[in-house]
């Protein structure tokens, strides 16, 4: 199943079972709902507890990403409910790079469905030409072998380790650093055939 870009400068996907669109200042509450210590634990950026007013700011934060071309944050949504399900970004690092880095997440409830590997393989060709970059990069704590898997499967390649600070325990700790060129000499995505 493609994704179906809807056209406009919303960058919306929706696949079969999803709706992709940049996170909004309504998000802010389910976000801080659905996000919690034991997600948190898993993510190399996000705090264990987040306000309504602290996800405000990220989401304030992603949209003058996207302004600036320097990210993509998305929303993942139900496509059948249109209810928050998690967040996928791909953002810049450093600024006016061509590597960026890949970050995602769900909520408890909606985990070990496949939501992510939809999610994943919509957004990454849109942001490969929408943020010019040349690689994306996934950074995993060893620990999560979900998302290990998820990579991997998605043709992220490992590339050693990377020291990146949680904001969960406070301190640097080693995650695995991953590595994908999503578009080909011939402009196809690489995801487009990963098993």
């Known amino acids: ?6 056209a406009g400068p919303d960058l919306e996907l929706r696949t079969s079972r999803l709706h992709l669109r940049p996170v909004e200042l309504r998000d802010a509450l389910p976000t801080a709902a659905l996000m919690n210590g034991e997600i948190a634990a898993n993510l190399t950026s996000w705090p264990p507890q987040l306000s309504p007013a602290r996800a405000k700011d990220r989401i304030d934060a992603a949209r003058d990403r996207l302004a600036g071309r ?4 998305m929303a993942i949504l139900d496509r059948a409910s249109d209810r928050l ?4 970004s791909i953002v810049i690092d450093p600024p006016q790079s061509c590597v960026a880095t890949l970050g995602f997440w769900l ?3 909606f985990q070990g469905r496949g939501l992510m590997t939809e999610a994943v393989r ?3 060709p849109l942001a490969a030409s929408f943020l010019h970059v040349r690689t994306i990069e996934a950074h995993v704590y060893p620990w999560n072998s979900a ?3 998820l990579v991997r499967k998605l043709g ?11 904001p969960v325990r406070r301190r640097k700790e080693e995650a695995f650093r991953y590595r994908l060129d999503p ?3 011939e402009g196809r995505s690489d995801t487009a055939n990963a098993a």
Request: overall charge negative.
């Open 122 to 124: 919509a957004l990454v």
């Open 156 to 166: 992220f390649v490992g590339e050693g380790g990377v020291d990146l600070y949680s």
């Open 85 to 88: 399900v998690g967040w996928i």
């Open 107 to 109: 909520g408890l409830p």
């Open 147 to 149: 998302s290990i898997r």
């Open 183 to 185: 578009i080909s000499s």
């Open 1 to 6: 199943f493609e994704p179906e870009l809807l």
């Open 70 to 73: 320097q990210g993509l944050e």
